[in-house]
């Protein structure tokens, strides 16, 4: 992508109504902007993060074996009123009326209409166990939406639903969830803890927050802090096999939010040195809640025994729009963001520090040519301006990379390579940059 011809509104002032980095760093970097309150919308620069946080959710879920499909934002009340959660959920639902005078909602999850779509066709234990997801956009009429994406009213959330014969398949279907939610924010360069939490409007009582720390969050925590340091299950892991040890290894530390906190279990548990409490921002749930649902939209199939159960659900989610947010107020400098690799919007920057002169540009030209070739997401900035703009606008938006072409380096042959993460400089040929970022995978 040229800078020249691309849509990157910047700004130069920080925008005062924001309160957090993530915030500030976001509306700066020309990735959002607000419509109404709590409500966005994506600018290219913060909608190819998006998306590649989308895609790391989505491979983690397949390779634990959930199946992708795609459900409507739009949800009839009647299922709700099936569950009782339509009072239930009080006003941070939005309630629409359709020409018909129709009761609709925009959906703030989706435990009752999945169910439904389950009861529709599953009739077999043989089709268990099951796990279906989608990710989509979420309305929830929050009394007050702040700190930009992280706390919105329409977010985009991945949310899985398991479907098992009984409580022992459902706990593997919850152990499978956590693991992947274990490697899928890991991929993105997170560490989380996952704490015990409050089941709040979605029911049941096994649950898990999965937990960035950082002082801006709104969840206060409180944990062992060995979970700091735990290993994260490669690749290989083998989600048909056993979990449970991975999962009892961390449930076996102390670690809860604070509406489920009990001090004095967590000073009998823990030795003082190790006892942590700190701030930390929610950006995965996994609930196991049994039958709360089966039983009152009658999802049941037949057992081996031929004897007609209602199946135990899980639900599990991520939120994906709230990640970048959270990405950020991780990882960030006084200068802006810096994406770590797999979710930047682009692997490279290439500079012109001359734009104009014709050295200069054909050897941005050809860098810009081969990169994109070999596959790598370059944003080339050819525009006329000063070079110490375009290094301010570089380090706002984080490119992880940073390929600095200019005159005085090109006489040597020589090219500039800086790390956006680690501010170290190198020296290189034109050649040994190619090699270096055309033979990343
Ligand atoms: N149905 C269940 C799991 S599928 C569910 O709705 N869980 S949840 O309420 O915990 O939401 C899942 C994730 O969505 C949260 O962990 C959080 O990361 C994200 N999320 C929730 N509310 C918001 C919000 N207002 N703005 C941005 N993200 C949110």
């Not at 029911?203 to 927050?209: A, M, P, R, T």
């Not at 996994?286 to 007609?308: C, L, R």
């Amino acid at each position: 992508m040229r800078l020249s011809r691309y849509f990157l509104p910047v700004l130069k002032e920080t925008p005062s109504e924001a309160q957090i980095v993530s915030h500030r760093l976001m509306l700066r970097a020309g990735m959002i902007r607000q419509e109404a309150a709590g409500i966005y919308a994506w600018l290219p620069l913060g909608f190819r993060v998006l998306q590649k946080i989308e895609q790391i959710v989505r491979e983690e879920m397949n390779r634990a074996g959930a199946i992708e499909m795609l459900m409507p934002t739009l949800q009839p009340s009647e299922l709700w009123k099936e569950t009782g959660r339509y009072d239930a959920y009080g006003p941070e639902m939005l309630r629409i009326t359709d020409r018909h005078d129709r009761e609709m909602l925009y959906g703030p999850t989706n435990e009752d209409m999945i169910t439904d779509i389950f009861r529709a066709y599953v009739k077999s234990y043989k089709a268990l166990p099951l796990n279906l997801y989608h990710t989509q956009w979420k309305f929830r009429d929050e009394v007050r939406p702040r700190f930009g994406v992280m706390r919105g009213r329409e977010f985009l959330m991945k949310d899985a639903y398991s479907f098992d014969i009984d409580e022992a398949a459902a706990r593997r279907s919850y152990n499978r969830m956590y693991v992947a939610y274990l490697r899928t924010f890991s991929r993105m360069g997170l560490k989380t803890i996952p704490m015990r939490a409050e089941t709040g409007p979605i029911g049941g009582d096994l649950s898990h927050e999965f937990i960035v720390l950082a002082d801006t969050g709104e969840s206060g925590v409180f944990c062992h802090k060995d979970l700091l340091d735990m290993p994260i299950p490669g690749e290989d892991v083998d989600f048909d096999g056993d979990l449970e040890p991975i999962v009892r290894q961390r449930t076996a530390l102390y670690a809860a939010t604070e509406d489920v906190h009990d001090q004095a279990r967590f000073e009998a548990e823990v030795p003082a040195e190790k006892r942590m409490a700190a701030r930390g921002i929610e950006v995965g749930q996994v609930f196991y809640f049994g039958t709360k649902y089966s039983v009152p939209m009658k999802a049941t199939v037949t057992g081996p025994d031929g004897k007609e159960v209602p199946i135990h659900g899980g639900s599990y989610g991520v939120g994906v729009s709230r990640l970048v947010g959270a990405i950020i107020e991780a990882s960030h400098d006084d200068n802006g963001i810096i994406w770590p690799e797999p979710v930047a919007p682009f692997d490279v920057a290439v500079i012109n520090l001359k734009s104009g002169d014709a050295k200069t540009d054909a050897a941005c030209e050809e860098l810009y040519a081969k990169l994109s070739k070999a596959g790598c997401d370059v944003l080339y900035d050819d525009r006329d301006d000063r070079p110490g703009a375009k290094f301010a606008t570089m380090d706002l938006i984080g490119i992880p990379w940073q390929v600095v072409v200019g005159p005085r380096g090109l006489e040597k042959g020589m090219l500039e390579v800086k790390n956006r993460a680690t501010g170290v400089k190198e020296e290189l040929s034109l050649e040994a940059v190619l090699n270096r970022f055309a033979a990343k995978p």
